[in-house]
């Protein structure tokens, strides 16, 4: 059976539901992704969605401190599910949402290193690589790209338009990258993306990398006068 990556968590109905019957069956090494959990989706799964919920949610909470509190319970019950390797694939795919969008870092790390005491770095590893690469991009490409921009906007042309370079091992994107490949961009995007080769090409740290666009992962605001 397949489930959709969007899990409602308006309640902690479904979340307790998960945690008491994981917490009374996973230490005798229950593997959950065969079972059903009152019709939803694994248990692994509806950890991952019950943490996307609470990163989307964090202004609900009362204090920073009550944010990482309840990660941790969230943590006390990733340590005793049978298929973590379900989990860090559900959570690498919100993680990427997030990441593309707008994200905590710091609470992202944090996370990550609970996670990390539990299963080891290996486990984390190219969770960790997608968070340095959004950091990175934060820190300097951002700034960058920006007066690089500046310096060649032409005329008609969008004049606020960022880049951001994945890591493809790191990423879940594989699907994204091969739908881009065959694109038709309307000829004002097809000169922004000329332009930004450009940039790639001039910039010492990737005019050596392989490229390959991800349309899908991008956003565009439109705005009507």
Same mark, same amino acid.
């Given at each position: 059976?397949?489930?959709?990556?969007?899990?409602?968590? %308006?309640?902690?109905?479904?979340?307790?539901?998960?945690?008491?019957?994981?917490? +009374?069956?996973?230490?005798?090494?229950?593997?959950?992704?065969?079972? %059903?959990?009152?019709?939803?989706?694994?248990?692994?799964?509806?950890?991952?969605?019950?943490?996307?919920?609470?990163?989307?949610?964090?202004?609900?909470?009362?204090?920073?401190?009550?944010?990482?509190?309840?990660?941790?319970?969230?943590?006390?019950?990733?340590?005793?599910?049978?298929?973590?390797?379900?989990?860090?694939?559900?959570?690498?795919?919100?993680?990427?949402? +997030?990441?593309?969008?707008?994200?905590?870092?710091? +609470?992202?790390?944090?996370?990550?290193?609970?996670?990390?005491?539990?299963?080891?770095?290996?486990?984390?590893?190219?969770?960790?690589?997608?968070?340095?690469?959004?950091?990175?991009?934060?820190?300097?490409?951002?700034?960058?790209?920006?007066?690089?921009?500046?310096?060649?906007?032409?005329?008609?042309?969008?004049?606020?338009?960022?880049?951001?370079?994945?890591?493809?091992?790191?990423?879940?994107?594989?699907?994204?990258?091969?739908?881009?490949?065959?694109?038709?961009?309307?000829?004002?995007?097809?000169?922004? +993306? %000329?332009?930004?080769?450009?940039?790639?090409?001039?910039?010492?740290?990737?005019?050596?990398?392989?490229?390959?666009?991800?349309?899908?992962?991008?956003?565009?605001?439109?705005?009507?006068?």
């Amino acid at each position: 059976k397949k489930f959709s990556y969007d899990v409602d968590f %308006e309640s902690r109905k479904v979340f307790d539901q998960a945690k008491e019957k994981g917490m +009374r069956k996973g230490l005798l090494g229950y593997d959950s992704s065969t079972a %059903e959990i009152e019709g939803t989706a694994p248990l692994a799964h509806l950890l991952a969605g019950y943490v996307h919920h609470m990163f989307a949610t964090e202004a609900k909470f009362d204090s920073a401190e009550a944010f990482d509190a309840e990660l941790s319970d969230v943590c006390s019950i990733f340590r005793f599910i049978a298929d973590k390797d379900m989990f860090i694939a559900m959570y690498q795919e919100y993680l990427k949402v +997030r990441l593309l969008k707008t994200a905590s870092l710091d +609470r992202e790390k944090y996370m990550l290193s609970m996670i990390s005491s539990i299963q080891g770095k290996s486990f984390t590893n190219k969770l960790s690589v997608m968070i340095n690469d959004v950091a990175r991009f934060e820190l300097k490409d951002a700034r960058l790209q920006e007066k690089w921009w500046s310096e060649h906007l032409e005329e008609n042309l969008c004049p606020n338009v960022s880049l951001k370079i994945l890591s493809l091992s790191n990423w879940p994107v594989a699907r994204d990258t091969r739908v881009a490949a065959d694109a038709i961009l309307p000829p004002s995007m097809s000169l922004i +993306r %000329e332009k930004m080769q450009e940039y790639c090409k001039g910039s010492k740290f990737l005019s050596s990398k392989k490229l390959m666009w991800s349309m899908t992962l991008g956003e565009v605001s439109l705005q009507f006068t």
